[in-house]
T-cell receptor, first 114, second 113 residues
Framework: ETGVTQSPTHLIKTRGQQVTLRCSSQ?????VSWYQQALGQGPQFIFQ???????GRGNFPPRFSGLQFPNYSSELNVNALELDDSALYLC?????????????FGPGTRLTVT | AQSVTQLDSQVPVFEEAPVELRCNYS??????LFWYVQYPNQGLQLLLK??????LVKGINGFEAEFNKSQTSFHLRKPSVHISDTAEYFC???????????FGAGTQVVVTP
């Protein structure tokens, strides 16, 4: 059983640029959540996708957007990058509502904005 | 809205000594509680969870936690730590059946010989 994978592992962008991060969910999981983990802090919920529809959003501006594809993989897009967007971005998948509430996390993508 | 407070940012501990990591939460509705561990340069791994039932929850790697509703706490314990337990530990809560998690700020555990 393949776990949650994310790509790329690391990337460096310049302020004002746009970035796309990718996540492949664990086999059989139809729900994907994205979290931002700034250095020295706990992860913050960005949004969740269920069967290609957004299913809840945290306190993040609209320049953070996402997609989920029919195979349940997902993308996180961030426009107009700011220095404070530098963080570890974590993707988590789960089998769906009421599924013991457990999230399975990927290794993350480390984004540095200069 | 709910919130999570981890009372210690860093806990130094000697190998084979016990450790307790403290977590308090606030919520106006019933919660589901989790402890995750993050090793350097890795994602999060679930240690244990409380959904309902027995308030003493046992997890992986010898960890356990106790849910205390009256004190709104969910402290994590291990009776004897190993060097390999050096990591960051996060307490998390959700009131959502979809599992959207709110995390505490984390506790860094440093185990020394």
């Amino acid at each position: 059983e393949t776990g949650v994978t994310q790509s790329p592992t690391h990337l460096i962008k310049t302020r004002g640029q746009q970035v796309t991060l990718r996540c492949s969910s664990q086999s059989g999981h139809n729900t994907v959540s994205w979290y931002q983990q700034a250095l020295g802090q706990g992860p913050q919920f960005i949004f969740q996708y269920y069967r290609e529809e957004e299913n809840g959003r945290g306190n993040f501006p609209p320049r953070f957007s996402g997609l989920q594809f029919p195979n349940y993989s997902s993308e996180l897009n961030v426009n107009a990058l700011e220095l404070d967007d530098s963080a570890l971005y974590l993707c988590a998948s789960s089998p769906g509502v009421g599924s013991s509430y457990e999230q399975y996390f990927g290794p993350g993508t480390r984004l540095t904005v200069t | 809205a709910q919130s999570v407070t981890q009372l210690d940012s860093q806990v130094p501990v000697f190998e084979e000594a016990p450790v307790e990591l403290r977590c308090n939460y606030s919520s106006s509705v019933s919660v589901y509680l989790f402890w995750y561990v993050q090793y350097p340069n890795q994602g999060l791994q679930l240690l244990l969870k409380y959904l309902s039932g027995s308030t003493l929850v046992k997890g992986i790697n010898g960890f356990e936690a106790e849910f205390n509703k009256s004190q709104t706490s969910f402290h994590l314990r291990k009776p004897s730590v190993h060097i390999s337990d050096t990591a960051e530990y996060f307490c998390a809560v959700t009131t959502d059946s979809w599992g959207k998690l709110q995390f505490g700020a984390g506790t860094q555990v440093v185990v020394t010989p």
